[in-house]
């Protein structure tokens, strides 16, 4: 797909891999919409040119305020970047049944709920694309975010059966699956971390390509080894 010219929505494009997927998508000459809650961040995006959207994504008036926001304008790509999560570990606590709740929402329901409100916008468009971000912890789970990484498996299910639904349509679906990337989310996380930035650039050659998986970084090696020894991929993520 040709990026030029594109109206794109990423959510969640205030910080991290969807910030860097904002200002690159602006710099090849999309006009770029971005949602978030933190208002220094969503100020400064409005001062770098695009256009902002204040929306809490863990619930509907999410959703409508998104569709308020955009106004009825034809939209061509919708990122669905917003995400969260929290650890639910029992060697540690009890799990915090609040957060869990927010984070399914924000990772699942919120992109459901805008695929399906933007459907209609998006059939009417020559040439549309969603993209869903999921995780390299959607192939294989860690041991202590287990709600987060259900989440992450609930999105790579949906995102390839509606793949299958679009597939002689004009809206490409593409899933994308950072590896551990350098954001606010794995502050404090050890481990090689990939720059936002790289994880961006890559997640965008994905869409200008076609294809329909961003295996971002390391996730193409754990996406191969998953194929011929899930045993040892489970063993190396989750431990056993
Ligand atoms: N970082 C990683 O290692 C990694 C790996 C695999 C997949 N991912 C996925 O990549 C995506 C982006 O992650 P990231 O690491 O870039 O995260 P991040 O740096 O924490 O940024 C998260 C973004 O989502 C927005 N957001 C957070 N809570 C929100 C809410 N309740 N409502 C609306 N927006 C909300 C934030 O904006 P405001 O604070 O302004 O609301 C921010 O723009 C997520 O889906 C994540 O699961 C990340």
Redesign the pocket.
């Known amino acids: 797909m040709q990026i030029s010219g594109k109206m794109v929505l990423v ?9 860097q997927l904002a200002l690159q998508l602006q710099a090849k000459g999309a006009d770029v919409w971005i ?4 208002a220094e ?2 100020t400064r995006a409005r001062g770098e040119g695009m256009q902002v959207i204040t ?4 619930g509907p008036e ?1 959703i409508e305020a998104v569709l308020r926001g955009m106004g009825g304008r034809s939209l061509d790509i919708l990122i669905n ?5 929290t650890e639910h570990d029992f060697r540690v606590g009890q799990p915090d049944m609040v957060g869990d709740e ?1 984070t399914l929402w ?2 699942v329901h919120a992109p459901i709920r805008l695929i399906v409100a933007l459907m209609a916008n998006l059939q009417t468009r020559p040439e549309a694309m969603i993209v869903n ?5 959607a192939i294989a789970p860690s041991a202590g975010s287990p709600v ?1 990484c259900a989440s ?1 498996a609930a999105m790579r299910s949906y995102t390839q059966s509606l793949r299958a639904q679009l597939k002689d349509t004009h809206i490409h679906v593409l899933e994308a ?10 502050s404090g996380r050890g481990g090689r ?1 990939l720059p ?1 930035q790289e994880c961006a650039r890559q997640i965008i050659a994905a869409m200008e390509s076609g294809a329909d998986e961003a295996n971002v970084g390391m996730v193409r090696i754990l996406k191969a080894l998953n194929q011929v020894a899930p045993w040892l991929v489970r063993r190396i993520m989750i431990g056993f």
């Not at 959510?11 to 910030?19: E, F, L, N, P």
């Not at 971000?133 to 912890?137: A, D």
């Open positions: 959510t969640g494009g205030t910080d991290g891999i969807g910030r949602t978030g809650r933190d961040r969503l929306a809490d994504l863990t999410g970047n917003a995400g969260m999560g927010r924000l990772n971000v999921t995780s390299g912890l987060y992450k699956l950072p590896p551990l990337v350098d954001t606010a989310m794995t971390k936002p």
